[in-house]
């Protein structure tokens, strides 16, 4: 079975990190690129980075920009979000997910995690 399974979220507080993994499971990562999405209550699933297939490529949203870094470890089949100075405004399901290239569309993505809830909150 194809599977995306995100790991390492849960409740910090203002200004600290936390680090976020992508593990896929039935599959190779290899030859997709990752994109990582959040979802806060009452809004839409946004992109908010992206790593190419090789990891020579990586696209930020700007507010995310200097906080966030992402990696991946196709060695272990695993990608990371690094998220350092987290604003209670980072509250959100986070998910990941695999697809040709990198896009901020969710219908550009084949397979998708089942998401791990971030809470920034003192």
């Known amino acids: 079975q194809l599977q995306l399974v995100e790991s390492g979220g849960g409740l910090v507080q203002p200004g600290g990190s936390l680090r976020l993994s992508c593990a896929a499971s039935?599959?190779?990562?290899?030859?997709?690129?990752i994109g990582w999405f959040r979802q806060a209550p009452g809004k839409e699933r946004e992109g908010i980075s992206c790593?190419?297939?090789?990891?020579?490529?990586?696209n930020y949203v700007d507010s995310m920009k200097g906080r966030f870094t992402i990696s991946r470890d196709n060695a272990k089949n695993t990608v990371y979000l690094q998220m350092n100075s987290l604003k209670p405004e980072d509250t959100a399901v986070y998910y990941c997910?695999?697809?040709?290239?990198?896009?901020?569309?969710?219908?550009?993505?084949?397979?998708w995690g089942q998401g791990t809830q971030v809470t920034v909150s003192s």
């Open positions: 039935g599959f190779t990562l290899d030859y997709y690129a």
């Open positions: 790593i190419s297939s090789s990891g020579g490529s990586r």
């Open positions: 997910a695999a697809g040709g290239y990198c896009s901020a569309l969710v219908v550009e993505y084949d397979y």
